[in-house]
Protein backbone atom coordinates (compact mmCIF):
# COMPACT_ATOMS: atom_id res chain seq x y z
CA UNK A 1 0.00 0.00 0.00
CA UNK A 2 1.50 3.44 -1.11
CA UNK A 3 1.64 6.45 1.31
CA UNK A 4 -1.45 7.74 -0.07
CA UNK A 5 -3.59 5.24 0.27
CA UNK A 6 -2.11 4.64 4.05
CA UNK A 7 -2.90 7.98 4.90
CA UNK A 8 -6.45 7.81 3.12
CA UNK A 9 -7.35 4.51 4.90
CA UNK A 10 -6.01 5.57 8.26
CA UNK A 11 -8.63 8.61 7.76
CA UNK A 12 -11.40 6.57 6.64
CA UNK A 13 -11.07 4.00 9.54
CA UNK A 14 -11.39 7.12 12.36
CA UNK A 15 -13.95 8.56 10.18
CA UNK A 16 -16.28 5.34 10.29
CA UNK A 17 -15.28 4.32 13.48
CA UNK A 18 -16.17 7.94 15.05
CA UNK A 19 -19.70 7.76 13.20
CA UNK A 20 -20.58 4.62 15.04
CA UNK A 21 -19.13 5.26 18.11
CA UNK A 22 -20.35 9.18 17.88
CA UNK A 23 -24.32 7.80 17.00
CA UNK A 24 -24.23 4.63 19.64
CA UNK A 25 -23.04 6.45 22.49
CA UNK A 26 -23.09 10.25 22.02
CA UNK A 27 -20.35 12.21 21.02
CA UNK A 28 -20.02 12.96 24.57
CA UNK A 29 -19.77 10.00 26.03
CA UNK A 30 -16.84 8.76 23.36
CA UNK A 31 -13.59 9.68 24.05
CA UNK A 32 -11.34 10.76 21.37
CA UNK A 33 -8.85 7.78 22.83
CA UNK A 34 -11.68 4.68 22.44
CA UNK A 35 -11.98 6.86 18.49
CA UNK A 36 -8.53 6.18 18.59
CA UNK A 37 -8.02 2.81 20.25
CA UNK A 38 -11.09 1.14 18.18
CA UNK A 39 -9.65 2.48 14.30
CA UNK A 40 -6.59 1.23 15.47
CA UNK A 41 -4.20 4.20 14.92
CA UNK A 42 -1.36 6.34 16.51
CA UNK A 43 -2.74 9.03 18.30
CA UNK A 44 -0.60 11.17 16.24
CA UNK A 45 -1.94 10.05 13.12
CA UNK A 46 -5.29 11.65 14.25
CA UNK A 47 -3.73 14.44 14.79
CA UNK A 48 -2.05 14.75 11.42
CA UNK A 49 -6.27 14.15 10.17
CA UNK A 50 -7.74 16.21 12.49
CA UNK A 51 -7.41 19.38 15.27
CA UNK A 52 -9.96 18.29 17.66
CA UNK A 53 -12.74 15.93 18.50
CA UNK A 54 -15.55 18.07 17.23
CA UNK A 55 -13.45 18.89 13.83
CA UNK A 56 -13.91 15.03 13.49
CA UNK A 57 -17.52 15.28 14.37
CA UNK A 58 -18.20 17.54 11.86
CA UNK A 59 -16.82 15.50 8.79
CA UNK A 60 -19.03 12.66 10.31
CA UNK A 61 -21.91 14.27 10.10
CA UNK A 62 -21.77 15.82 6.55
CA UNK A 63 -20.47 12.38 5.33
CA UNK A 64 -23.91 11.41 6.71
CA UNK A 65 -25.37 13.60 5.12
CA UNK A 66 -24.02 13.04 1.55
CA UNK A 67 -25.03 8.92 1.97
CA UNK A 68 -28.05 9.70 3.45
CA UNK A 69 -29.06 11.95 0.55
CA UNK A 70 -27.86 9.37 -2.02
CA UNK A 71 -29.89 6.68 -0.51
CA UNK A 72 -33.01 8.99 -0.32
CA UNK A 73 -32.70 10.12 -4.08
CA UNK A 74 -32.07 6.26 -5.09
CA UNK A 75 -35.51 5.29 -3.02
CA UNK A 76 -37.31 8.16 -4.26
CA UNK A 77 -36.19 7.34 -8.22
CA UNK A 78 -38.08 4.23 -8.14
CA UNK A 79 -41.70 6.30 -7.78
CA UNK A 80 -42.92 6.42 -10.92
CA UNK A 81 -45.02 10.23 -10.07
CA UNK A 82 -44.26 12.59 -7.84
CA UNK A 83 -46.65 11.48 -5.23
CA UNK A 84 -45.20 8.09 -5.16
CA UNK A 85 -41.83 9.14 -4.37
CA UNK A 86 -42.82 11.11 -1.80
CA UNK A 87 -44.51 7.49 -0.94
CA UNK A 88 -41.24 5.77 -1.28
CA UNK A 89 -39.39 8.28 1.28
CA UNK A 90 -42.26 6.85 4.08
CA UNK A 91 -41.41 3.22 3.00
CA UNK A 92 -37.89 4.27 3.47
CA UNK A 93 -38.58 5.62 7.09
CA UNK A 94 -40.20 2.39 7.81
CA UNK A 95 -37.57 0.68 7.13
CA UNK A 96 -34.80 2.77 8.97
CA UNK A 97 -37.26 2.12 12.06
CA UNK A 98 -38.32 -1.65 11.67
CA UNK A 99 -39.41 -2.76 14.79
CA UNK A 100 -36.57 -4.12 16.80
CA UNK A 101 -34.44 -2.03 15.69
CA UNK A 102 -31.34 -0.60 17.23
CA UNK A 103 -32.02 2.68 15.87
CA UNK A 104 -30.91 5.70 18.05
CA UNK A 105 -33.50 8.21 15.48
CA UNK A 106 -31.50 11.11 13.68
CA UNK A 107 -27.85 11.06 13.97
CA UNK A 108 -28.39 15.27 13.68
CA UNK A 109 -31.17 15.67 16.56
CA UNK A 110 -29.14 13.44 18.79
CA UNK A 111 -26.35 16.20 18.43
CA UNK A 112 -28.41 18.94 18.95
CA UNK A 113 -28.53 17.73 22.27
CA UNK A 114 -25.30 17.88 23.33
CA UNK A 115 -24.49 21.10 21.61
CA UNK A 116 -26.41 23.59 23.51
CA UNK A 117 -24.35 26.34 22.04
CA UNK A 118 -26.62 27.82 18.66
CA UNK A 119 -23.68 29.25 17.28
CA UNK A 120 -21.08 26.71 17.53
CA UNK A 121 -19.74 24.30 14.52
CA UNK A 122 -21.66 21.40 14.70
CA UNK A 123 -25.12 23.30 15.18
CA UNK A 124 -24.47 25.24 12.03
CA UNK A 125 -23.92 21.53 10.35
CA UNK A 126 -27.27 20.37 11.57
CA UNK A 127 -29.10 23.30 10.08
CA UNK A 128 -26.96 23.01 6.99
CA UNK A 129 -28.67 19.22 6.67
CA UNK A 130 -31.82 19.96 8.24
CA UNK A 131 -32.21 22.61 5.33
CA UNK A 132 -30.89 20.79 2.63
CA UNK A 133 -33.43 17.90 3.33
CA UNK A 134 -36.08 20.89 3.99
CA UNK A 135 -35.23 21.99 0.33
CA UNK A 136 -35.23 18.55 -1.02
CA UNK A 137 -39.05 18.12 -0.19
CA UNK A 138 -39.89 21.71 -1.60
CA UNK A 139 -38.40 19.68 -4.73
CA UNK A 140 -41.14 17.18 -4.17
CA UNK A 141 -44.09 18.81 -3.61
CA UNK A 142 -43.59 21.11 -6.24
CA UNK A 143 -43.24 18.41 -8.54
CA UNK A 144 -46.55 16.87 -6.97
CA UNK A 145 -48.22 20.23 -7.75
CA UNK A 146 -47.07 21.17 -10.98
CA UNK A 147 -49.79 22.35 -12.99
CA UNK A 148 -51.98 22.65 -10.42
CA UNK A 149 -52.58 26.99 -9.03
CA UNK A 150 -50.70 26.47 -6.05
CA UNK A 151 -48.48 30.15 -4.89
CA UNK A 152 -45.39 29.62 -3.18
CA UNK A 153 -46.45 30.29 0.02
CA UNK A 154 -48.58 27.27 -0.13
CA UNK A 155 -46.39 25.28 -1.67
CA UNK A 156 -43.72 26.15 1.28
CA UNK A 157 -46.20 26.08 3.88
CA UNK A 158 -47.28 22.21 2.31
CA UNK A 159 -43.31 21.54 1.98
CA UNK A 160 -42.88 22.27 5.96
CA UNK A 161 -45.96 20.25 6.66
CA UNK A 162 -44.09 17.23 5.09
CA UNK A 163 -40.69 17.91 6.77
CA UNK A 164 -42.35 18.20 10.16
CA UNK A 165 -44.17 14.92 10.01
CA UNK A 166 -40.60 13.56 8.99
CA UNK A 167 -39.06 14.91 11.58
CA UNK A 168 -41.76 13.36 13.74
CA UNK A 169 -40.87 9.72 12.65
CA UNK A 170 -37.35 10.30 13.31
CA UNK A 171 -38.17 11.95 16.80
CA UNK A 172 -40.73 8.83 17.71
CA UNK A 173 -39.20 6.16 16.42
CA UNK A 174 -35.76 5.10 18.85
CA UNK A 175 -38.78 5.60 21.69
CA UNK A 176 -41.20 2.81 19.99
CA UNK A 177 -38.44 1.32 17.83
CA UNK A 178 -41.61 0.02 15.14
CA UNK A 179 -42.43 1.36 11.75
CA UNK A 180 -45.92 3.00 12.94
CA UNK A 181 -44.81 6.05 13.37
CA UNK A 182 -44.19 5.78 9.41
CA UNK A 183 -46.85 4.27 9.13
CA UNK A 184 -48.93 6.64 10.64
CA UNK A 185 -47.00 9.87 9.04
CA UNK A 186 -47.81 8.45 5.58
CA UNK A 187 -51.39 7.82 6.26
CA UNK A 188 -51.45 12.04 7.19
CA UNK A 189 -49.45 12.71 4.53
CA UNK A 190 -51.20 10.28 1.55
CA UNK A 191 -54.61 12.05 3.49
CA UNK A 192 -53.35 15.68 3.25
CA UNK A 193 -51.41 15.51 0.07
CA UNK A 194 -53.32 12.96 -2.00
CA UNK A 195 -50.03 11.25 -2.82
CA UNK A 196 -51.07 7.47 -4.00
Not at 113 to 140: I, N, T, Y
Not at 141 to 148: F, L, M, V, W
Not at 156 to 180: G, R
Request: glycine letters at 6%.
Amino acid sequence: MNATADKLSVRNRLLETANRLFYEHGYLATGINEVIKEAGIAKASFYHHFKTKEDLLVVTLEQRHDRMMAEVREVVSQGQTPGEKIARLFEWLGTQCSCGSKSKGCAYLNMVSEFRDAGCKVREVVRWHKDSFRKFLQELISAHYRGQSKTEDELEEAADELYLLIEAVFAASPVHQCTWPAETAFRIANDRFKLV
